[in-house]
């Protein structure tokens, strides 16, 4: 059952319907839309209700609603900004429409004395309740214009292609929907095309509580299908990098072994059961596609450093990347402390190194003396080749995308296959996400934390005791503890959360004459940070003032006190991160919220869930709960996994009939499989293509 065995009248090009030219075709193209039954499968976003005109004197802020009335009023005012502001009654009351773009046609359009109606969203404004650019349209005195009959639809769109547009392209697709969209799930006999009718056009008596949680049956039906794309599309591109095979790490490893006796600690069991799993998958001519979830401290590095103590036993190069520049660098450290001692070379790719050494790393790459390379997004550079490299290990993973991933997978030389992968997070993904995120990758956990970790106590204290914090921190570093003072801003720029740490840091040093105090942040030269990393790794740096960009990874055991500034304004996974800083050695470690009030209730609710747990699991589910899958999972910005109707907040509990019914489709309807990835995944996606 091929995709062009379709009923063909939605199998054609967009271009059939009517005002669709080759421009706006391009534009539909940008969003994977090539044929009308791509239009069907656009759904809207969320629907507004045009059903009904309100009474102005009736209308709240904050509602979207039709008005209808006649123009008292028509001034430009010359404020801040010009403006035109219309006022309109109904004999109900007054309301004022504001045109911040506006001319001299639009101006006569609405003079005084014109009838109009009008859509828009109501909101509280310096003259009673205003509409800021409502969409109007004039009426004839006495006609009784009918308002519309349907829920008013709004499309995900993309510049230059207008709601108006959307509707009308998506009407004229539905009124062709006839004999209805081919069912691809196999035994399945949901109405499909029923379903993708009422939530383009759904009713006026649409029950939009069932909606707007995602509960309609409607809805259900299509995000069963889409998920179920979405983990044959995983599947599929699981299956093609097997397909080419690997190098099996078989020869020498009692190296391994070698290595894991030299060390200074004996590992846990869940990290000699993880690697076990690792080791296993490396012997293999399949390519490992492995993700380790391990909470904060777990001790994840050295199983990735043992396994990439087998791949360089093995002859072949080990690609190590890591989030952040002090990430690699302090990876490279610990690698190079376990790995050279047993004659294995590690070095260091980052985007500040000087043009000599970065030829002199790209030049023993390429020739094979680097076994172990650190890096960070500099490795993904085209300029950048292995003489063999047999694994990937990736670190933190939710920093970087999936794409960003299978880049570097794609530098090897094809007689060896693809490179084994090593996925290693912090984040620890609730077991429904991972079914679906993760569909691609074999899971283990490392469910331990190292012996004589205590646990850390956190607490919340209002910034108007931050006195009794200062006095906290002197004392906990005339005991020879060293603390973090963490920074943090709503602004993204790294530019204001450096200057915030630096004020921070001088007020700090005034404050604390006896303290030596640091100040690393994301806009100091690497090579300070790096010598600021140091100081305070060799504890002549007391207190290190920090911006965020000690959140991930940082190890520095002897640190056990750490104050967090407007926690409120960080999310719980950011927090837990954080959080995770302290509590590596074997002191009772401490962490402080130091909030500003008044805090908001989600905020209020997030610092308790803190102060509650450090169970990054538990976490996890309620960071999960508070945020959506998207944050939780860090693909916002990648890109991976974004659903056009599911919803993995109120479609989870679909998801284990998910996972089996796509085991069933990949195994016995591959054609079915395709077909439905080509559905809901369209050109957009690269999954099955790699
Ligand atoms: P994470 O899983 O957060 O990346 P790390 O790999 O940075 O954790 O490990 C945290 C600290 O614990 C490091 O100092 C590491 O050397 C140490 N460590 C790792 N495994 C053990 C172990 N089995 N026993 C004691 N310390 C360990
Ligand atoms: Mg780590």
Not at 276 to 294: N, T, W
Not at 316 to 325: G, I, K, L, Y
Not at 383 to 401: K, M, P, T
Not at 552 to 562: I, Y
Request: glycine share 8%.
């Amino acid at each position: 059952m091929g995709r062009r065995g379709l009923d063909s009248a939605l199998q054609a090009p967009v271009q059939n319907l009517h005002g669709v030219g080759p421009a706006l075709a391009l534009r539909l193209k940008r969003l994977g839309i090539d044929c009308i039954e791509d239009l069907l499968f656009h759904l809207p976003l969320r629907y507004q209700d045009r059903t009904r005109l309100t009474p102005i004197a009736a209308v709240r802020p904050g509602q979207d609603v039709v008005v209808e009335g006649i123009v008292r009023v028509s001034d430009v005012a010359f404020g801040r900004r010009r403006s035109l502001v219309v006022r309109i009654e109904d004999g109900s009351g007054l309301i004022t429409l504001r045109f911040f773009h506006f001319n001299a046609s639009q101006k006569n359009n609405l003079r005084p004395g014109t009838k109009i109606r009008c859509f828009g969203e109501a909101r509280a404004g310096a003259s009673g309740i205003e509409m800021y650019h409502p969409e109007y349209r004039r009426l004839e005195e006495d006609a009784s214009v009918p308002v519309e009959e349907m829920l008013t639809p709004v499309y995900p769109s993309t510049e230059g292609v207008s709601q108006i547009t959307w509707r009308k392209l998506c009407s004229q697709a539905l009124s062709l929907l006839g004999s209805g969209v081919s069912d691809l799930l196999p035994g399945e006999s949901g109405n499909l095309a029923e379903a993708l009718a009422y939530l383009h056009q759904p009713p006026p008596d649409a029950p939009m509580d069932l909606i707007h949680a995602g509960r309609h049956p409607a809805q259900i039906a299509l995000a069963f299908e889409e998920l179920i794309a979405h983990n044959l599309a995983l599947q599929a591109s699981r299956m093609s990098i097997q397909a080419a095979g690997a190098p099996a790490f078989t020869e020498n490893t009692a190296t391994v072994e070698l290595l894991i006796s030299d060390l200074p600690f004996k590992l846990t069991t869940a990290q000699s059961r993880v690697l076990a799993d690792i080791q296993s998958d490396l012997s293999s001519d399949v390519p490992m596609l492995r993700l380790v979830q391990g909470d904060v401290g777990s001790g994840k590095t050295v199983v990735a450093a043992c396994a990439a103590m087998q791949a360089a036993a093995n002859h072949f190069q080990v690609a190590v990347m890591a989030p952040t520049d002090i990430l690699a660098q302090q990876h490279l450290d610990s690698f190079a402390g376990w790995l050279a001692p047993q004659g294995i070379n590690c070095g260091l790719l980052s985007g500040k190194l000087t043009a000599a050494q970065r030829r002199k790393v790209l030049e023993d790459l390429s020739t094979g003396l680097l076994a172990v390379v650190v890096g960070t997004h500099a490795l993904f550079q085209e300029s950048v080749a292995f003489q063999r490299l047999g694994l990937v290990i990736v670190d933190e993973q939710h920093r970087f995308g999936v794409h960003q991933r299978l880049a570097l997978t794609h530098k090897v030389d094809p007689i060896h296959g693809r490179p084994h992968q090593l996925i290693m997070t912090a984040t620890p993904i609730p077991r429904t996400l991972s079914m679906v995120a993760y569909a691609d990758l074999d899971c283990s956990v490392i469910d331990e934390l190292p012996p004589g970790r205590q646990p850390v106590t956190t607490v919340m204290v209002d910034n108007s005791r931050r006195g009794e914090i200062l006095a906290r921190v002197a004392e906990a570093c005339a005991s020879g503890r060293q603390v973090y003072w963490v920074c943090t801003l709503i602004e993204e720029s790294e530019q204001l959360q450096a200057q915030a740490a630096e004020v921070t840091s001088e007020e700090l040093t005034e404050l604390l004459p006896d303290l030596q105090v640091g100040l690393i942040h994301g806009r100091m030269h690497n090579r300070d940070k790096e010598a600021m990393m140091a100081s305070f790794k060799a504890a002549t740096i007391d207190l290190l003032v920090a911006t965020t960009v000690i959140e991930v990874g940082v190890d520095v055991p002897n640190a056990s006190l750490m104050i967090i500034e407007n926690p409120e304004r960080l999310g719980l996974a950011q927090l837990h991160q954080l959080r995770g800083r302290v509590g590596r050695g074997a002191d009772a470690s401490h962490c402080v919220l130091l909030y500003q009030k008044p805090l908001s209730r989600a905020a209020r609710e997030r610092l308790s869930i803190m102060r509650e747990s450090n169970d990054g699991f538990y976490i996890a589910e309620k960071d999960l709960a508070q945020r959506g899958p998207g944050e939780v999972l860090g693909t916002r910005q990648t890109g991976l996994m974004e659903f056009r109707i599911a919803d993995l907040q109120s479609h989870g509990d679909l998801l284990p009939a998910v996972q089996e019914k796509a085991a069933e489709i990949g195994r016995e309807y591959p054609q079915a499989a395709s077909a439905l990835i080509s559905r809901w995944l369209g050109a957009a996606t690269d999954y099955g293509a790699v």
